[in-house]
């Protein structure tokens, strides 16, 4: 991680953290459905630095907030580079970006997040991407290659025409693996990529990354059950689980000495708004971690893709936004 933050452009306007006021510098083609997004400081200054498998929040018309992967080198300290793939039947975002944006408008975005960190000291790091899965990914490539660590990528797509960076991908021979569904022999419909297989040769202490769509991600769940948890690490888009909104929860906030009720068909975080309280969150569903909040007391009743299984079995952290409660009352640090 590099760069250094030489008072960026910052938007008070739109919450708790500052805000940058960036500018959409430029758009290029990357793959089929899927351009680079390139963000700069109007006046040219440096952003704050991030580590490879950081996001950014971008805060679109409409107070649509969307959540990308930076893809770039994360030492060009002037830019944050996001791939967005346009989704026609997705939540608005990029549909937006893609048709709505134009070069030299700008917007406000968040501070990079980083809920998908690089294990630096690994002897060895397994990466798998899908699709679009592979911005973090291809951020983690450039400092293992500047650090001089072995690893290997595993990056699967539809077909070669949706795969992002195929020839800087090129460059680094045998250590990408490539795979492409309308390839496989037969055209049975399974994917090409076999995430146990691929799993099989590598050390057992490697460090196994994953980013991609939820098939994608409940596949390399299951084919890493049995690896340590602190070697495995998602990173997931976009969430399949039900928000918890069954409601009957007591809240106890230990910072205010307040109580709140949330009611059934409310998540916790809902319940808080209503209250008036300035809290942080974005996605609403459990995936970019920025409405986790200290628990002090009960035992959450965990629907994100945020936490850890270790950080969840511990009971100390809650994803607001999506989570309940297994207990009647929860103490929260608020
Ligand atoms: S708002 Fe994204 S995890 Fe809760």
Redesign the pocket.
């Known amino acids: 991680m590099t760069g250094t933050a030489q008072n960026p452009d910052v938007s008070p306007a739109t919450g708790r953290e500052p805000h940058l006021r960036l500018r959409l510098q430029s758009v290029t083609y990357l793959a089929k459905q899927t351009s680079l997004f390139e963000f700069r400081s109007p006046k040219g200054e440096n952003l704050p630095p991030y580590a490879p498998g950081a996001h950014i929040d971008l805060h679109l018309p409409g107070d649509l907030v969307r959540?990308y992967s930076l893809i770039g080198d994360a030492n060009q300290a002037d830019r944050y580079l996001v791939a967005v793939k346009e989704e026609p039947d997705g939540r608005g975002g990029s549909r937006l970006l893609h048709e709505g944006f134009k070069v030299g408008q700008t917007l406000d975005v968040a501070h990079p997040r980083n809920n998908f960190p690089l294990d630096e000291a690994a002897d060895h790091s397994v990466l798998f991407a899908g699709g679009i899965g592979i911005s973090p990914i291809y951020a983690m490539i450039c400092r293992l290659q500047a650090l001089g660590k072995p690893w290997e990528l595993h990056y699967a797509t539809r077909s070669r025409e949706y795969a992002v960076y195929l020839d800087r991908l090129g460059e680094f021979g045998a250590a990408v693996h490539l795979y492409f569904d309308d390839e496989v022999p037969g055209n049975s419909g399974a994917p090409a990529l076999d995430i146990s297989k691929a799993l099989a040769t590598a050390p057992g202490d490697a460090q196994v990354y994953c980013c991609g769509p939820l098939p994608m991600l409940n596949a390399f769940e299951a084919a890493t059950e049995n690896l340590a948890d602190e070697n495995i690490h998602t990173e997931y888009f976009a969430s399949d689980q039900e928000a918890a909104t069954e409601g009957g929860i007591e809240l106890v906030l230990q910072q205010s000495g307040k109580t709140v009720f949330v009611d059934e068909g409310q998540t916790i975080?809902e319940a808080l708004l209503e209250t008036g309280m300035d809290l942080?969150?974005?996605?609403?569903?459990?995936?970019?971690?920025?409405?986790?909040t200290v628990v002090l007391e009960g035992t959450p009743d965990h629907r994100?893709h945020?936490l850890t299984k270790k950080e969840k079995t511990e009971n100390k952290k809650i994803?607001?936004?999506?989570s309940g409660s297994k207990t009647q009352r929860l103490v929260l640090d608020l």
């Open positions: 959540s975080l942080p969150f974005s996605c609403m569903e459990g995936t970019c971690g920025s409405c986790e994100d945020s994803m607001i936004c999506c």
